[in-house]
């Protein structure tokens, strides 16, 4: 049976479906042209609005959609926990469902176009911007993030930080299907990129300096005990033998990915683990910086409602950490603060902690890593050099904190070995192209199994390591020191967006549904 546009255009199930499918589609490791089908997928969700009868219909009719838009895109969450990674696909698309109810009520008011045109994608705007701002984020699949194999076309970002691209992209799709007059379609879609192209083809800030930086890539297998080795000290030796084969009298840092060091390091406690790396520290006279677990004891009246226990009659907590040795003798640290829900982080386990008054949970047992809040950087040659762990550089206004604090570039440690060869460890190191873009700063990334590499500030690539290999290499670094619009003001796209989204919730409340709106939903 031959099934047309129009048959594909009025089901409601193949329209969800479809939507779904052009939304993953345009995400990593797809290259351009792919990222342009979030508009069209967009388009095809919102046509939803006019086959259902309800917002709750709408919500219904949309989850299948949603579901096969996050399993397509992050299907190797399963690969590190199965559960966890189907209850975070299927939760994450409960989730979408909520801006698309209030566009539905929207759609069915007797709104003009125009309001209804800055309305509805900062609705959507709102949804992200909320969802980065909790226990249970997950800011992976917000629709800025499908542009990230195409920075070139969003050199905006550094004003509008990424969720300027979401607002892009939801504007340009409602227009369209509203069938908003041609010039201003035409406005909307073409003046953002053509600026754009221009900024990318124009811009070559100068930098004010170099910084030799020295990066590794292990290659542990994550899934073995201790990488598969018989201690802790026999992969550290190795890779401080690796370190000690290229660094040169002028580099200035050394840095080792997420979970480089097999062991526990302890603040004040120093084991064998730290008394080896000082020693090469010290002969090599330069600072190594490195992803560890970290035990950090606290002293009186500091530390959170929930810690791990007492270790030498103090208070402890454990952490996912990047740890500074210094030839001086100095130990920095910085505690990773966007950690993965119960992967890392039990949700909400301070809160909870708080309402348990009978005690009927040792919330030490489930709360696994400490929260870092603080934005603690490395000294590197004089300049203030943070090392963002995994996770914490997929969140836009936090990595934009540490530039805003000085930060001279832009490190990453990450340990994507979890998801093996799957689209995980290709999508966040595109992500970290958008971060450069953002802020202007030079990112490196220092990943165990790759991709390590190196990303200049307009987003172009310049190096980049083969997946799943013990690599390395020694970089001279631009340093900048201009702020962009986006670091110092931050997501005021987000903050305007929830204005307007709460100027979207009065109109729904005051308005009343008008006969021509009120429509009929459609097989």
């Not at 699949?141 to 892009?168: C, E």
């Not at 910085?334 to 909870?352: C, G, I, N, S």
């Amino acid at each position: 049976m031959k099934v047309s546009f129009s048959d594909l255009w009025n089901h409601k199930w193949m329209v969800s479906l479809a939507a779904g499918l052009m939304l993953a589609l345009s995400y990593s490791p797809l290259p351009f042209p792919f990222p342009l089908m979030a508009i069209p997928g967009m388009i095809w969700l919102f046509r939803l609005t006019d086959l259902t009868r309800s917002a709750r219909e709408m919500a219904y009719v949309a989850y299948p959609g949603l579901v096969l838009w996050n399993l397509i895109t992050t299907y190797w969450l399963m690969f590190a926990t199965i559960a966890g990674g189907v209850a975070a696909i299927l939760a994450n698309s409960a989730i979408m469902t909520l801006p698309l109810m209030l566009i539905w009520h929207l759609r069915h008011r007797s709104l003009p176009l125009t309001a209804t045109s800055l309305m509805v994608p900062a609705i959507w705007v709102t949804y992200e911007f909320l969802h980065f701002r909790w226990d249970l984020s997950w800011p992976w699949l917000s629709l800025g993030n499908s542009f990230a194999t195409a920075p070139w076309l969003v050199q905006y970002i550094p004003i509008t930080g990424m969720l300027g691209i979401t607002f892009w992209i939801v504007l340009g799709a409602w227009a369209i299907y509203r069938k908003a007059p041609l010039p201003a379609v035409l406005i909307i879609l073409l003046i953002p990129t053509a600026g754009s192209l221009i900024r990318y083809t124009v811009y070559n800030p100068v930098p004010t300096d170099h910084v030799e930086i020295a990066v590794l890539q292990p290659n542990y297998d994550s899934y073995l005990h201790l990488a598969g080795y018989p201690d802790v000290i026999e992969p550290l030796d190795e890779l401080l033998e690796y370190t000690d084969q290229i660094i040169t009298p002028e580099t200035d840092a050394i840095f080792w990915p997420e979970n480089a060091l097999q062991g526990l390091i302890r603040q004040d406690y120093p084991g064998d683990s730290d008394r080896i790396i000082r020693q090469f520290v010290d002969t090599w006279d330069t600072p190594l910086i490195t992803g560890s677990s970290f035990l950090r004891r606290y002293p009186p009246g500091e530390e959170p409602p929930v810690v791990r226990g007492e270790f030498g009659g103090r208070p402890f907590n454990i952490y996912n950490a990047a740890l500074g040795f210094y030839p001086d003798g100095r130990l920095d640290f910085y505690k990773k603060a966007k950690l993965v829900p119960m992967v890392e982080r039990f949700p909400f386990v301070h809160t909870m902690s708080r309402l348990d008054y009978f005690g009927w949970i040792d919330w030490s047992d489930v709360a696994m890593f400490g929260k870092g809040t603080s934005l603690d950087m490395f000294d590197v040659d004089g300049y203030n050099v943070p090392a963002l762990i995994c996770y914490d550089s997929v969140y836009p206004d936090w990595v934009r904190r540490f530039v805003k604090n000085d930060a001279a570039f832009l490190m990453v440690i990450t340990n994507d070995g979890w998801w093996g060869r799957t689209s995980g460890h290709i999508q966040h190191f595109e992500f970290a192209r958008l971060r450069a873009v953002e802020t202007g700063r030079t990112v490196l990334r220092s990943a165990n199994n790759g991709l390590s590499g190196v990303i200049y500030a307009n987003g172009d690539v310049t190096l980049k390591t083969e997946y799943w290999t013990r690599d390395r290499f020694v970089y001279q670094v631009p340093v900048y020191e201009h702020k962009t619009f986006y670091v110092r003001y931050g997501d005021w796209i987000g903050w305007l967006s929830l204005l307007l989204t709460l100027g979207a919730v009065i109109s729904v409340r005051l308005r009343t549904i008008s006969p021509a709106d009120s429509g009929s939903g459609t097989s």
